[in-house]
């Protein structure tokens, strides 16, 4: 008798145009590329936690949320890469929530090169109380701002 195959969740679907995402162009570097040409998966993960610094430590920052700023955990990733990415192409990372809970938010990656999606991902993230050392719960006001975000209807984050 076999064991069945470990049930995985598969990354997020491609984000829907209409709803309200974070986009942003993230820089390729020579250094992230392989022997191969192209992007190296491992510095695909690095790229999205730049878009994710670019939207939570910076964008929610300049709308006045700073408690994006104190840190946060990765429970969970997954990325479904799509095509290669090359060096010299301009990278547009597109996020949206498409989760949230008490302690965390699932955040939702769509990126594309001329136009082509390269990789879909996602990843679960946990606000950390450092001094505590545990995971701590989202304030209103990161509730109201991830919110705004949000793929699916509104939820108040007490589930």
């Known amino acids: 008798m076999t064991s069945p195959a470990p049930q995985v969740d598969s990354?997020?679907?491609?984000?829907?145009?209409?709803?309200?995402?974070f986009k942003c162009v993230i820089p390729i570097r020579?250094?992230?590329?392989?022997?191969?040409?192209?992007?190296?998966?491992?510095?695909?993960?690095?790229?999205?936690?730049?878009?994710?610094?670019?939207?939570?430590?910076?964008?929610?920052?300049?709308?006045?949320i700073d408690n994006f700023t104190a840190p946060k955990l990765i429970a969970a990733l997954n990325v479904e890469y799509l095509k290669p990415i090359f060096h010299g192409l301009e990278l547009t990372v597109e996020m949206a929530i498409s989760r949230i809970g008490n302690r965390s938010f699932t955040i939702s990656y769509t990126a594309s090169q001329e136009s082509n999606i390269v990789f879909r991902a996602s990843t679960v993230v946990v606000p950390f109380d450092s001094n505590a050392g545990k995971?701590?719960?989202?304030?209103?006001?990161e509730l109201n701002y991830l919110n705004k975000y949000l793929i699916s209807p509104?939820?108040?984050?007490?589930?």
Not at 33 to 57: C, F, K, P, S, Y
Not at 135 to 141: I, K, P, Q, S
């Open 11 to 21: 990354p997020a679907p491609a984000l829907n145009t209409a709803a309200p995402g």
């Open 30 to 64: 020579w250094s992230d590329q392989d022997v191969n040409g192209h992007v190296n998966n491992a510095r695909v993960v690095t790229l999205m936690e730049e878009a994710r610094i670019q939207w939570l430590n910076q964008h929610a920052v300049a709308e006045g």
């Open 135 to 141: 995971a701590r719960t989202l304030v209103e006001t």
């Open 154 to 159: 509104p939820r108040d984050g007490r589930s």
